[in-house]
Nanobody, 121 residues
Framework: QVQLVESGGGLVQPGGSLRLSCAASGSFVRINAMGWYRQAPGKERELVATMPTGGITNYANSVKERFTISRDNAKSTVYLQMNNVKPEDTAVYLC???????????????WGQGTQVTVSP
């Protein structure tokens, strides 16, 4: 059973920084991609950033030049460095990963439980 566990959320002031982490655990043969989504109260879930294995990273326009996604493949972990945060970045941040659990099947999408990020003075 594959699990994604996020950490690093919390309260931060506007203009501050925060780093989120998400580690994949369990039995699997390959991680095809990892990324971050977010969902604010009353709004739809939206993509923040994705990073395919060996591919090109993709960012939402609203976070370009402020957020950076990175991965440590040896630790099966994806990070989101959030700089110059704004109140509109307040949301639950969810880790997402496209993981191939066995050699016999295709990749499947998994979600973490989410971590709250609140940007407020």
């Amino acid at each position: 059973q594959v699990q994604l566990v996020e950490s690093g959320g919390g309260l931060v002031q506007p203009g501050g920084s925060l780093r989120l982490s998400c580690a994949a655990s369990g039995s699997f043969v390959r991680i095809n991609a990892m990324g971050w989504y977010r969902q604010a109260p009353g709004k739809e879930r939206e993509l923040v950033a994705t990073m395919p294995t060996g591919g090109i990273t993709n960012y939402a326009n609203s976070v370009k030049e402020r957020f950076t996604i990175s991965r440590d493949n040896a630790k099966s972990t994806v990070y989101l460095q959030m700089n110059n945060v704004k109140p509109e970045d307040t949301a639950v941040y969810l880790c997402n990963a496209d993981i191939r659990p066995s050699v016999l099947g295709p990749g499947q999408y998994y979600w973490g439980q989410g971590t709250q990020v609140t940007v407020s003075p």
